[in-house]
């Protein structure tokens, strides 16, 4: 560990506290359907779409009607995604002549774009042509994002609302954030990219000789239009199968920050748009500093681990000054792999600049950790907002009660119907997490693919589902993907995605048509220091303790095995 | 919370302890029928595994598998888990139903003399009438009831004044009168009248009476779930099929790594994890809240109401009797010019010899102190006593032709032409009134003499009820008949947040109604018919029990002291119920860590031994753990009935500090009582060699 290691982080987390307001004040108006310097540009094309499509925008949906919205569009994206992937090779833009895509491979990757997981069992350049990686990947990354932020704003809306049935507008929503946050800040971060070195270019492979005299062939194609909602959008599908480990994805030490920094910048946003559309933006930066606390520590174990090197290594006679450098970039270094790897798997955006797999046990703990508890230490693009909602209902509950008054949040009560939505969201998760782990680990077409037999091989299987579940789409790597992977872990991303959405725009509904409570000073105020300790104590004991058997046998054990010189 | 009065905490004595245990032992073992366990899911779902391992164990047995020891023991806890959680809710039902039981002593089986209306459709006492037996008697009879009867059942007096014993039902030994007309009209069944005779129109259906409920009530018969234990049924559910996930995948992990462990282990583990403390007393937490109600002599018609009770926002007080002592005081004497306030302190002291009202006994008690004016016996002066009524508005003596009158301002001024002296004791009465003061003009023989400034005593101790209040987020409204001015004026000197004035029922039900609106849940208490509609109207409607039958009906509680300041305390006991509950899931889950360092190194150490670092309790053997931790998990349970009984400590401070408070004793003692518990128990089990 070094003092500029400790810097690294400190002012990473200081650029997200500052980014916070403005970018929570952009998405606040957009959401509101404000005008702003995008919309007087682009309002046009909304307007033509809301006329192509037929949608009126100020016609406000039920809670039904906004998760049926959501639902069926997700489904016209699939049925895309997956006839691009196994039609590109009668496209066009397919310069390196790519076959079609397998169709367990094809199902697994529409179902992995389309709930912003970005999961990815097959090596881009090896596997997608460029209009697969324009038309259907990249597009699934803009409009997965918006769809989520959307499903946020719908449940701020519902806390905001009194006695009325309505949540907003799903495609006015999905549009706005379209076109007025990702696709203008993407275009201004894709040049950036550029400048940095990150190719943006149709032409296919590009052959060369090195000064070895070896043949090489380089890769090459759209990759910084890619990569700038990649991040952005918290999806995290690499152009490349090394994803931000890749020179041409992540050239040096200046883009790795702006990526990470990028992978928050929405998530943050928008608890200061939640403060804001809640009418106090304490309550925003509540949530913000509960966050802030579990990806400090986090953070913390990461870097601590990994600055320590494998014992195992030392006793080779390896100077263990250089911490534990196996898997990651040189270029980055050990705090720039390890904050890397927290920010990724906190948020849910599952890009890597160094392999998870090749973390110390605790090292990669972390990620396993932060992925487990749902995704809600900034998370994915809305998706960690209202997954945070959840732990905040149950620990507001817990609140309400120990206080001796009914709980309530935000003014609107905690009933029967809210905590049974929550529990129903809040279940699905350990669910798919541990119930495919179970199966995946003792069937053959299961064990088959993890590369490493032991308590590794677990950690590969367990972090698969988790990352799957939790829509992350980091892997451990090591694991070669097969048909019962790509069937299994394609399920699990669904459950994780919808459901949660359905049942969170549920509560939004049931909220909604609430009366607002006044606050006294018998209500338990949900932005001070005590609810912030509380929601991320209930986030560690009802998110966490679940995991811990799973764990034991995994990294704990490993931990353990590496104390005491025992390898397997 | 310390205003128990006397024969409550008699009638508690009267249930002794070891009364109740063994009815509660012997209950323990009928409710593991399957079909009451069902209602509560969690203890339901620790029924089911205990059964599968009892099977497993009886299997093994008959195949005389070696070592059965650490097996049986294991089955024994997870009984004595269901047992204990079922002997929980025993016990706080068997309190209720010793109450009934001695409820249903005071029913006797009275015959009741049922009258026929006479030629004019009326009934008297004179009348013609027949003796049917009380079950018999239909809503609209009417019964006459003489000195030494039962009231057969509930009704309204619509003729005679009788006094009546009601401390079969209030527990108050004094008794009280009950009158046709007014606010004191109403009969409760059981109740028996000492003397005079009332006759009675019944209202209630047999089985549906006051005393039929109250026995339902305090028994639990009607025991609903409320709407928060509901929500909290369904996060404990919730939180039990987690842990179903977690500990159902173990199985295949344990395989995966080379190892197996036994349905039994998963069992205990199983059944540490999920909330069984909390699961295993949120029963017995909801009746001993009821119960606390009762047992302070309010009764709730449904757990609803209790619960709502610790929501409430708004609490609407009558002044007379909950803020003021019931009686004002008389606090000057103020002539008008040209009298001495000594003839006026005397003339008054005259006419206030014979009043026994509270407020005519503190004019002598004035005149005393100011003027030093002793008590005159009436019969020496030759003077008769004319008392106050309705109509006159005013009382006084008469001495021969001399007539001396005190009363109502208006009424007196009435009587005497216009002239300065009536200019001057108006305007001296309207600043009397100003101040919050009731002003009395007195009069002698046409001579107006002054007024006496009749003052309303705010209660001792008021003011800080009310700030404490305020720190609890309730704000008082104060309900008077009284002026603006004067309501002002006492509002201010009590404390209260905010006073309604001149209230008429009217008034009452739309100051309710525009709280609601604001989201805002209010409690109020009442007593007469008038009450009726805002009693129904509000969300904790605490009825006086010596109101009228419709305000009874209307409430959904039911003070048998009848005393308006309780209302307070019902407040507390909501909360109360409602923190028991939060404290205990807290600390249930807080146990949580604990019971994990306990079996995870325990189950796992067969096959990766390096898991034994995890046991920093330093366990002695891997059975010593598990059967430390079900018995912790069970004993707990036994131990925390007296809290669950008796609730948490309820302090009326503000929301984060009560938070505070206990996040600390529930939340941290949780997480660490654990740990020194199953570590204490480990020791013994092995010390004495059980494992």
Same mark, same amino acid.
């Given at each position: 560990?070094?003092?500029?290691?400790?810097?690294?982080?400190?002012?990473?987390?200081?650029?997200?506290?500052?980014?916070?307001?403005?970018?929570?004040?952009?998405?606040?108006?957009?959401?509101?359907?404000?005008?702003?310097?995008?919309?007087?540009?682009?309002?046009?094309?909304?307007?033509?779409?809301?006329?192509?499509?037929?949608?009126?925008?100020?016609?406000?949906?039920?809670?039904?009607?906004?998760?049926?919205?959501?639902?069926?569009?997700?489904?016209?994206?699939?049925?895309?995604?997956?006839?691009?992937?196994?039609?590109?090779?009668?496209?066009?833009?397919?310069?390196?002549?790519?076959?079609?895509?397998?169709?367990?491979?094809?199902?697994?990757?529409?179902?992995?774009?389309?709930?912003?997981?970005?999961?990815?069992?097959?090596?881009?350049?090896?596997?997608?042509?460029?209009?697969?990686?324009?038309?259907?990947?990249?597009?699934?990354?803009?409009?997965?994002?918006?769809?989520?932020?959307?499903?946020?704003?719908?449940?701020?809306?519902?806390?905001?609302?009194?006695?009325?049935?309505?949540?907003?507008?799903?495609?006015?929503?999905?549009?706005?954030?379209?076109?007025?946050?990702?696709?203008?800040?993407?275009?201004?971060?894709?040049?950036?990219?550029?400048?940095?070195?990150?190719?943006?270019?149709?032409?296919?492979?590009?052959?060369?000789?090195?000064?070895?005299?070896?043949?090489?062939?380089?890769?090459?194609?759209?990759?910084?239009?890619?990569?700038?909602?990649?991040?952005?959008?918290?999806?995290?599908?690499?152009?490349?199968?090394?994803?931000?480990?890749?020179?041409?994805?992540?050239?040096?030490?200046?883009?790795?920050?702006?990526?990470?920094?990028?992978?928050?910048?929405?998530?943050?946003?928008?608890?200061?748009?939640?403060?804001?559309?809640?009418?106090?933006?304490?309550?925003?930066?509540?949530?913000?500093?509960?966050?802030?606390? &579990?990806? %400090?520590? +986090?953070?913390?174990? #990461?870097?601590?681990?990994? $600055?320590?090197?494998?014992? @195992?290594?030392? =006793?080779? /006679?390896?100077?263990?000054?250089?911490?534990?450098?196996?898997?990651?970039?040189?270029?980055?270094?050990?705090?720039?792999?390890?904050?890397?790897?927290?920010?990724?798997?906190?948020?849910?955006?599952?890009?890597?600049?160094?392999?998870?797999?090749?973390?110390?046990?605790?090292?990669?703990?972390?990620?396993?950790?932060?992925?487990?508890?749902?995704?809600?230490?900034?998370?994915?693009?809305?998706?960690?907002?209202?997954?945070?909602?959840?732990?905040?209902?149950?620990?507001?509950?817990?609140?309400?009660?120990?206080?001796?008054?009914?709980?309530?949040?935000?003014?609107?009560?905690?009933?029967?119907?809210?905590?049974?939505?929550?529990?129903?969201?809040?279940?699905?998760?350990? &669910?798919? %997490?541990? +119930?495919?782990?179970? #199966?995946?680990?003792?069937? $053959?077409?299961?064990?088959? @693919?993890?590369? =490493?037999? /032991?308590?590794?091989?677990?950690?590969?299987?367990?972090?698969?589902?988790?990352?799957?579940?939790?829509?992350?789409?980091?892997?451990?790597?090591?694991?070669?993907?097969?048909?019962?992977?790509?069937?299994?872990?394609?399920?699990?991303?669904?459950?994780?995605?919808?459901?949660?959405?359905?049942?969170?725009?549920?509560?939004?509904?049931?909220?909604?048509?609430?009366?607002?409570?006044?606050?006294?000073?018998?209500?338990?105020?949900?932005?001070?220091?005590?609810?912030?300790?509380?929601?991320?104590?209930?986030?560690?004991?009802?998110?966490?303790?679940?995991?811990?058997?799973?764990?034991?046998?995994?990294?704990?054990?490993?931990?353990?095995?590496?104390?005491?010189?025992?390898?397997? | 919370?310390?205003?128990?009065?006397?024969?409550?905490?008699?009638?508690?004595?009267?249930?002794?302890?070891?009364?109740?245990?063994?009815?509660?032992?012997?209950?323990?073992?009928?409710?593991?029928?399957?079909?009451?366990?069902?209602?509560?899911?969690?203890?339901?779902?620790?029924?089911?595994?205990?059964?599968?391992?009892?099977?497993?164990?009886?299997?093994?047995?008959?195949?005389?598998?070696?070592?059965?020891?650490?097996?049986?023991?294991?089955?024994?806890?997870?009984?004595?888990?269901?047992?204990?959680?079922?002997?929980?809710?025993?016990?706080?039902?068997?309190?209720?139903?010793?109450?009934?039981?001695?409820?249903?002593?005071?029913?006797?089986?009275?015959?009741?003399?049922?009258?026929?209306?006479?030629?004019?459709?009326?009934?008297?006492?004179?009348?013609?009438?027949?003796?049917?037996?009380?079950?018999?008697?239909?809503?609209?009879?009417?019964?006459?009831?003489?000195?030494?009867?039962?009231?057969?059942?509930?009704?309204?007096?619509?003729?005679?004044?009788?006094?009546?014993?009601?401390?079969?039902?209030?527990?108050?030994?004094?008794?009280?009168?009950?009158?046709?007309?007014?606010?004191?009209?109403?009969?409760?069944?059981?109740?028996?009248?000492?003397?005079?005779?009332?006759?009675?129109?019944?209202?209630?259906?047999?089985?549906?009476?006051?005393?039929?409920?109250?026995?339902?009530?305090?028994?639990?018969?009607?025991?609903?779930?409320?709407?928060?234990?509901?929500?909290?049924?369904?996060?404990?559910?919730?939180?039990?099929?987690?842990?179903?996930?977690?500990?159902?995948?173990?199985?295949?992990?344990?395989?995966?790594?080379?190892?197996?462990?036994?349905?039994?282990?998963?069992?205990?583990?199983?059944?540490?994890?999920?909330?069984?403390?909390?699961?295993?007393?949120?029963?017995?937490?909801?009746?001993?809240?009821?119960?606390?109600?009762?047992?302070?002599?309010?009764?709730?018609?449904?757990?609803?109401?209790?619960?709502?009770?610790?929501?409430?926002?708004?609490?609407?007080?009558?002044?007379?009797?909950?803020?003021?002592?019931?009686?004002?005081?008389?606090?000057?004497?103020?002539?008008?010019?040209?009298?001495?306030?000594?003839?006026?302190?005397?003339?008054?002291?005259?006419?206030?010899?014979?009043?026994?009202?509270?407020?005519?006994?503190?004019?002598?008690?004035?005149?005393?102190?100011?003027?030093?004016?002793?008590?005159?016996?009436?019969?020496?002066?030759?003077?008769?006593?004319?008392?106050?009524?309705?109509?006159?508005?005013?009382?006084?003596?008469?001495?021969?032709?001399?007539?001396?009158?005190?009363?109502?301002?208006?009424?007196?001024?009435?009587?005497?032409?216009?002239?300065?002296?009536?200019?001057?004791?108006?305007?001296?009465?309207?600043?009397?009134?100003?101040?919050?003061?009731?002003?009395?003009?007195?009069?002698?023989?046409?001579?107006?003499?002054?007024?006496?400034?009749?003052?309303?005593?705010?209660?001792?101790?008021?003011?800080?009820?009310?700030?404490?209040?305020?720190?609890?987020?309730?704000?008082?409204?104060?309900?008077?008949?009284?002026?603006?001015?004067?309501?002002?004026?006492?509002?201010?000197?009590?404390?209260?947040?905010?006073?309604?004035?001149?209230?008429?029922?009217?008034?009452?039900?739309?100051?309710?109604?525009?709280?609601?609106?604001?989201?805002?849940?209010?409690?109020?208490?009442?007593?007469?018919?008038?009450?009726?509609?805002?009693?129904?109207?509000?969300?904790?409607?605490?009825?006086?029990?010596?109101?009228?039958?419709?305000?009874?009906?209307?409430?959904?509680?039911?003070?048998?002291?009848?005393?308006?300041?309780?209302?307070?305390?019902?407040?507390?006991?909501?909360?109360?119920?409602?923190?028991?509950?939060?404290?205990?899931?807290?600390?249930?889950?807080?146990?949580?860590?604990?019971?994990?360092?306990?079996?995870?190194?325990?189950?796992?150490?067969?096959?990766?031994?390096?898991?034994?670092?995890?046991?920093?309790?330093?366990?002695?053997?891997?059975?010593?753990?598990?059967?430390?931790?079900?018995?912790?998990?069970?004993?707990?349970?036994?131990?925390?009935?007296?809290?669950?009984?008796?609730?948490?400590?309820?302090?009326?401070?503000?929301?984060?500090?009560?938070?505070?408070?206990?996040?600390?004793?529930?939340?941290?003692?949780?997480?660490?009582?654990?740990?020194?518990?199953?570590?204490?128990?480990?020791?013994?089990?092995?010390?004495?060699?059980?494992?």
């Amino acid at each position: 560990m070094s003092v500029t290691g400790w810097t690294t982080i400190l002012v990473f987390f200081l650029t997200i506290v500052v980014l916070a307001r403005p970018v929570g004040g952009v998405l606040t108006r957009v959401l509101a359907g404000e005008r702003t310097l995008p919309s007087r540009i682009l309002g046009p094309l909304e307007r033509a779409f809301y006329r192509l499509s037929g949608v009126n925008p100020d016609e406000e949906q039920s809670w039904s009607q906004y998760a049926l919205a959501v639902l069926a569009f997700k489904l016209v994206c699939f049925v895309a995604v997956y006839l691009i992937l196994r039609l590109q090779a009668h496209l066009p833009l397919n310069p390196a002549g790519q076959a079609a895509v397998a169709p367990d491979l094809a199902y697994n990757t529409a179902i992995s774009f389309l709930t912003n997981t970005n999961w990815q069992s097959y090596a881009g350049e090896t596997t997608m042509s460029h209009l697969s990686q324009m038309l259907a990947l990249t597009v699934q990354n803009f409009v997965s994002a918006a769809a989520g932020i959307a499903v946020a704003a719908a449940v701020i809306r519902g806390f905001t609302r009194r006695e009325v049935g309505t949540i907003g507008n799903f495609w006015a929503d999905l549009t706005r954030l379209t076109l007025y946050v990702l696709l203008p800040a993407c275009l201004v971060l894709a040049l950036f990219f550029v400048w940095q070195g990150v190719p943006q270019s149709l032409s296919g492979v590009v052959d060369a000789t090195t000064l070895e005299g070896a043949h090489q062939t380089i890769a090459l194609g759209p990759v910084a239009s890619q990569e700038a909602i990649k991040m952005l959008g918290t999806n995290g599908g690499g152009f490349f199968n090394t994803n931000s480990a890749h020179p041409f994805e992540n050239p040096d030490a200046l883009t790795n920050f702006v990526q990470m920094v990028c992978i928050f910048a929405l998530g943050a946003g928008l608890t200061n748009m939640f403060g804001r559309m809640v009418g106090n933006e304490r309550q925003g930066w509540a949530i913000f500093a509960a966050m802030s606390v &579990l990806f %400090m520590v +986090g953070a913390g174990i #990461l870097y601590w681990s990994e $600055s320590h090197a494998n014992p @195992a290594f030392a =006793a080779l /006679g390896v100077d263990p000054i250089q911490g534990n450098m196996e898997g990651k970039e040189v270029r980055f270094g050990i705090v720039g792999s390890a904050l890397f790897a927290a920010v990724t798997t906190d948020a849910s955006c599952g890009a890597v600049n160094a392999m998870h797999e090749s973390f110390l046990p605790l090292g990669g703990m972390v990620p396993l950790v932060n992925m487990m508890l749902g995704e809600i230490i900034f998370g994915g693009v809305g998706s960690g907002l209202y997954g945070f909602i959840l732990f905040a209902i149950i620990a507001v509950f817990m609140a309400g009660l120990m206080v001796g008054r009914t709980p309530e949040y935000l003014g609107k009560k905690i009933e029967a119907r809210e905590l049974k939505m929550t529990m129903l969201a809040v279940l699905c998760l350990p &669910l798919v %997490m541990l +119930g495919f782990t179970a #199966l995946a680990v003792v069937v $053959s077409p299961g064990t088959s @693919a993890l590369s =490493a037999a /032991g308590p590794h091989g677990f950690s590969e299987a367990l972090y698969a589902y988790t990352s799957a579940a939790a829509n992350n789409g980091s892997a451990f790597s090591g694991l070669t993907a097969n048909p019962f992977w790509n069937v299994t872990l394609g399920i699990g991303m669904m459950i994780g995605r919808f459901f949660v959405i359905v049942p969170v725009l549920a509560i939004a509904g049931a909220m909604a048509v609430k009366k607002n409570v006044p606050t006294t000073s018998g209500t338990f105020p949900t932005d001070g220091g005590l609810f912030i300790g509380l929601v991320t104590g209930v986030i560690l004991i009802v998110g966490g303790l679940t995991f811990l058997p799973a764990l034991a046998l995994g990294p704990i054990v490993e931990h353990l095995s590496m104390l005491r010189g025992i390898f397997s | 919370m310390n205003t128990h009065s006397s024969h409550s905490s008699a009638r508690q004595g009267s249930l002794r302890r070891t009364d109740l245990i063994l009815p509660a032992i012997v209950e323990s073992f009928h409710k593991l029928d399957p079909r009451i366990m069902w209602r509560n899911p969690v203890m339901f779902v620790v029924e089911i595994v205990t059964i599968l391992t009892t099977i497993l164990l009886i299997r093994d047995l008959l195949t005389h598998a070696p070592q059965p020891g650490f097996a049986i023991q294991i089955n024994l806890w997870l009984w004595f888990t269901l047992l204990f959680a079922n002997f929980a809710e025993a016990i706080a039902e068997g309190r209720g139903k010793a109450q009934a039981d001695s409820l249903r002593r005071t029913r006797t089986e009275t015959r009741a003399r049922r009258l026929l209306a006479n030629d004019m459709g009326a009934y008297t006492r004179l009348g013609l009438y027949q003796q049917i037996p009380a079950p018999e008697l239909q809503p609209g009879d009417v019964v006459l009831v003489e000195a030494g009867d039962f009231v057969p059942s509930d009704g309204e007096v619509i003729d005679g004044i009788a006094s009546v014993d009601e401390s079969a039902i209030t527990g108050e030994s004094a008794p009280v009168i009950r009158e046709s007309g007014g606010d004191r009209s109403a009969v409760t069944g059981g109740t028996r009248v000492l003397s005079d005779w009332i006759i009675v129109r019944i209202t209630a259906a047999q089985g549906s009476t006051f005393l039929d409920r109250m026995i339902a009530l305090v028994e639990g018969a009607q025991r609903q779930k409320t709407p928060n234990e509901i929500a909290l049924t369904i996060l404990l559910a919730g939180m039990t099929l987690i842990f179903i996930f977690a500990v159902a995948t173990i199985p295949s992990f344990a395989a995966y790594a080379g190892g197996h462990i036994s349905v039994l282990i998963l069992v205990a583990l199983f059944v540490t994890l999920i909330p069984t403390t909390i699961g295993g007393l949120l029963s017995a937490i909801g009746i001993a809240g009821m119960d606390r109600l009762i047992r302070f002599n309010v009764l709730a018609m449904s757990g609803r109401a209790v619960e709502a009770a610790g929501d409430v926002d708004t609490l609407l007080l009558d002044k007379t009797g909950t803020i003021t002592i019931g009686d004002r005081q008389a606090a000057d004497f103020i002539p008008v010019p040209g009298i001495m306030a000594r003839e006026l302190a005397d003339t008054a002291q005259l006419a206030s010899l014979a009043d026994e009202t509270p407020e005519g006994r503190s004019i002598v008690v004035l005149a005393k102190e100011r003027f030093d004016i002793r008590g005159r016996e009436m019969h020496a002066l030759d003077a008769h006593f004319v008392p106050f009524t309705a109509q006159t508005r005013m009382s006084g003596v008469d001495i021969g032709t001399r007539q001396i009158r005190k009363g109502a301002v208006d009424s007196v001024l009435a009587t005497v032409p216009p002239g300065p002296a009536e200019r001057a004791l108006r305007d001296i009465a309207e600043t009397v009134a100003r101040g919050g003061g009731t002003p009395l003009a007195v009069v002698d023989g046409g001579r107006l003499l002054g007024v006496v400034h009749l003052k309303d005593v705010v209660k001792g101790g008021i003011r800080e009820r009310f700030a404490e209040l305020r720190r609890m987020g309730i704000r008082t409204v104060m309900i008077t008949g009284d002026n603006p001015l004067t309501a002002a004026a006492i509002a201010a000197e009590s404390g209260v947040d905010d006073f309604l004035a001149q209230a008429t029922p009217e008034a009452k039900l739309t100051l309710i109604r525009r709280e609601q609106a604001d989201g805002k849940l209010v409690a109020m208490c009442g007593d007469g018919t008038n009450d009726a509609p805002a009693l129904a109207q509000a969300d904790v409607g605490v009825a006086m029990n010596t109101g009228t039958m419709a305000a009874r009906e209307a409430g959904n509680m039911v003070d048998l002291d009848s005393d308006p300041t309780k209302l307070i305390e019902i407040v507390g006991i909501g909360k109360q119920l409602l923190m028991t509950r939060g404290a205990l899931t807290t600390f249930s889950i807080a146990n949580d860590v604990a019971k994990y360092f306990a079996i995870i190194p325990a189950m796992f150490i067969g096959f990766y031994p390096q898991l034994g670092a995890l046991n920093i309790m330093h366990l002695v053997t891997p059975q010593s753990a598990i059967l430390s931790a079900i018995i912790f998990n069970a004993l707990i349970i036994v131990a925390l009935i007296p809290l669950a009984l008796r609730g948490v400590h309820y302090r009326p401070v503000g929301a984060e500090a009560l938070l505070r408070r206990n996040l600390l004793v529930y939340g941290l003692g949780g997480l660490v009582a654990p740990f020194v518990g199953i570590k204490l128990i480990d020791m013994l089990v092995t010390s004495f060699g059980l494992v």
